[in-house]
């Protein structure tokens, strides 16, 4: 019961955004177990200081109290106007782990020793310049498959004497996805293939017939890049192909009848990592989605994204 009541309470002082700024809502301080036994010393130096009417031992103790007092505005100070912002992710295999870059910002003033870690694993350190970003990556366990959110960054220090401990637990707008692990099989869920081959319209990206060069576009595989002419000063092309229209595989979801959704999708997310091994083209139909014919590193990205989605939100 405490435990949804302060999830709830977090949920309204500090909501999910895509960037967050420290201030003095959303910075908590408190002091640590030096700073208590600090304090501890202190009180035990003013009763002395009474008792024996000591003004030497009664000016310690304020002094102390005043240094406590000065370092609770510092050690606020070092968190706040610090800004986080959801960096890129890297996708992984449900079972294993993802990865979430967050970006730190400093505006006005250096923060210095800052402390940051998801709730269940090891802190990284970090200092940072006035004016500059800085970025660190953490693993994310990724559990199941679909959309993994993290839980919330602890950002704390106890810069600069230790004595007091501030701390922030920030919500980022970012997420990993976690793609279907592979399941081998003998069988290819595809149609099409060698047995339905025509001849392709030119201009088509394939492994069959050299056709030509184009101009080099976002997005295209990497392998059909003629480097050599690049190498010699021809600018950055791709090399076409003649290549069978209908000879492509489609992976269809369909036709994994008797097995279970994510036992379907393991055997779908095998045969997209076999084919793009092979460098064989390959389309994907799912019942809610359908990925064109292609090849390549980003097409095999777009197809484990698609497996990742099917099923949940996008």
């Known amino acids: 019961m405490f435990k949804q009541a302060w999830q709830r309470w977090l949920e309204r002082r500090l909501p999910r955004a895509a960037q967050v700024r420290l201030d003095q809502r959303r910075i908590f301080i408190f002091p640590s177990g030096y700073g208590f036994l600090y304090v501890l010393v202190a009180v035990l130096l003013f009763i002395g200081g009474i008792n024996y009417e000591n003004n030497l031992i009664l000016g310690l103790c304020f002094v102390m109290l005043s240094l406590f007092v000065v370092t609770i505005l510092h050690t606020y100070r070092n968190l706040s106007g610090l800004s986080l912002r959801a960096g890129a992710s890297r996708s992984g295999f449900a079972g294993g782990q993802g990865a979430l870059q967050v970006v730190l910002i400093a505006q006005r003033r250096a923060h210095r020793s800052l402390w940051l870690s998801w709730l269940d694993q090891p802190p990284q350190e970090i200092s940072i310049e006035p004016g500059e970003e800085s970025a660190l990556w953490f693993n994310l366990p990724l559990p199941r498959r679909g959309r993994v959110t993290p839980p919330r960054l602890r950002v704390q220090s106890r810069y600069p004497l230790g004595l007091l401990r501030s701390w922030s637990l920030v919500a980022l707008d970012q997420a990993c996805r976690a793609w279907p692990r592979p399941q081998s099989t003998a069988q290819c869920p595809a149609d099409g293939g060698d047995g339905h081959r025509e001849v392709a319209r030119a201009g088509q990206i394939g492994s069959e017939e050299f056709q030509g060069l184009r101009a080099y576009a976002p997005g295209d595989s990497l392998r059909q890049v003629d480097w050599k002419g690049y190498a010699r000063g021809r600018g950055l ?42 460098n064989r083209p390959f389309a994907l139909e799912l019942p809610d989605a359908t990925l064109a014919p292609g090849q390549g590193d980003e097409h095999r990205q777009r197809a484990l994204d698609l497996l990742a989605r099917h099923g949940g939100p996008r």
Request: aromatic share 12%.
């Open 237 to 278: 092309h791709v090399k076409l192909f003649q290549e069978p229209a209908n000879g492509r595989l489609w992976l269809r979801y369909q036709r994994l009848e008797g097995q279970g959704m994510e036992a379907r999708l393991s055997v779908l997310c095998y045969w997209v990592l076999r084919l793009t091994r092979e």
